[in-house]
């Protein structure tokens, strides 16, 4: 889905905020009632946020002993029947990993805000960087899917937290929130709308008698996603990160086990066209496009407006879903422009996607930066005017 949109929020009631305050307003808005995490840097204002407000609308919040800790404790958390959310960055989304394969695995939904920091390992902790996007996609092992969002403004964290934790709701999956520390940490206003009940997604509960729940059972079809009821009450619940049949017990048969694994991302990639959503800047004459998100795509719209002056038409595709990746609206730009440069704090990760999708044999280009700073205009420019001519 595309949305075609301003250049600059706006609203009845502006606010000035962070990124990552907007971040745990937006959990609370959504109906998050426990988080449980570590602090790291650049995320721990959504922590001091969390313990801050937790408590004044009845929730929880725990500071944990690691990040695997708290991975596993927003899973028994959500378990329960709360809706969860945890908040790291490069690191110690590294060392939840495992516990976000259980997640999965398990159908448990829950919100995994990961705050993206220069790396690998300490790295420059600092500094902003966009190159967790792959390890978003394929971090933990095996094949499953997995939703990431990418704010590219407050109002993005705040509008975007809500919308993660409806999707994990409805599709029983983790969904991570893949911010990056200049979003994160910029003050800009924002509106923190509440949203009507209508616009959150609550867990359904099952409507069969007890005895004939399956809380694994699987729509032909993926239309529609078995409710998942909390521990403790007349349905009952196993939740294994080993293979299981519909009722949650062991079955590691062929059948079963392909069913399963088919099932953990047919359930997302059937649904694309309620999940991904793109947005379109000055695209409708573009002759050559950026393609970008987070931060980067900030610089890009920029880059954009100085290309509009200087009498070159160019537009810009802001991905707001990096996972699933947005192949339809990709494709669809590669095949009206002439030629497309991706704009990333990364050696690479997005244009490869880009490039996979490329049957037009157009040029796609990569704009890369991987010192710290951010992405400038005059960079995209400098890299894209010999093509872009």
Request: aromatic residues 6%.
């Amino acid at each position: 889905m595309t949305e075609r949109t301003a250049l600059f929020v706006s609203g009845p009631v502006p606010m000035f905020s962070s990124g990552n305050e907007a971040i745990a307003e937006g959990a609370l808005a959504a109906g998050a009632r426990f988080y449980a995490g570590y602090p790291i840097t650049p995320s721990s204002e959504v922590a001091e946020a969390a313990a801050r407000r937790m408590p004044e609308v009845g929730g929880v919040y725990i500071q944990m002993e690691d990040e695997l800790s708290s991975m596993a404790a927003i899973i028994g958390a959500s378990a329960a029947g709360k809706k969860a959310f945890t908040a790291t960055s490069g690191p110690g989304f590294s060392l939840m990993q495992e516990n976000l394969g259980m997640a999965a695995m398990g159908e448990i939904p829950c919100v995994v805000v990961n705050v993206q920091r220069s790396g690998p390992s300490t790295g420059m902790a600092t500094k902003p960087a966009q190159g967790d996007v792959l390890q978003a996609r394929w971090g933990t092992h095996g094949d499953h899917g997995i939703i990431a969002l990418a704010p590219s403004s407050v109002q993005d964290c705040y509008d975007m937290t809500i919308r993660a934790f409806n999707l994990a709701e409805k599709y029983r999956t983790p969904v991570v929130l893949l911010a990056d520390a200049a979003i994160a940490k910029l003050r800009e206003r924002a509106v923190f709308r509440a949203p009507s009940p209508g616009e959150i997604v609550e867990r359904a509960m099952p409507i069969c008698p007890p005895e004939e729940f399956r809380p694994f059972s699987v729509d032909p079809e993926e239309r529609a996603i078995t409710p998942l009821p909390p521990f403790g009450g007349d349905y009952v619940i196993r939740i294994t990160g080993s293979m299981h049949d519909e009722r949650g017990g062991q079955n590691a048969t062929p059948e079963n086990a392909d069913r399963v694994i088919r099932h953990l991302t047919d359930k997302l990639e059937k649904n694309r066209a309620d999940i991904v959503r793109v947005r379109e800047y000055a695209l409708d004459d573009a002759e050559y496009a950026l393609v970008s998100f987070g931060c980067s795509a900030r610089a890009s719209r920029a880059a954009v407006k100085q290309a509009r002056a200087l009498g070159k038409r160019v537009g810009l595709l802001e991905l707001t879903t990096l996972w699933p990746f947005p192949d339809d609206e990709v494709r669809s730009l590669l095949s009206r422009v002439k030629g497309a440069a991706v704009v990333e704090m990364n050696l690479g990760q997005v244009v490869r996607e880009v490039r996979r999708l490329n049957d037009f044999g157009i040029p796609v280009l990569g704009v890369h930066r991987v010192d710290g700073m951010l992405v400038a205009p005059a960079d995209i420019l400098s890299r894209t005017e010999e093509a872009f001519s």
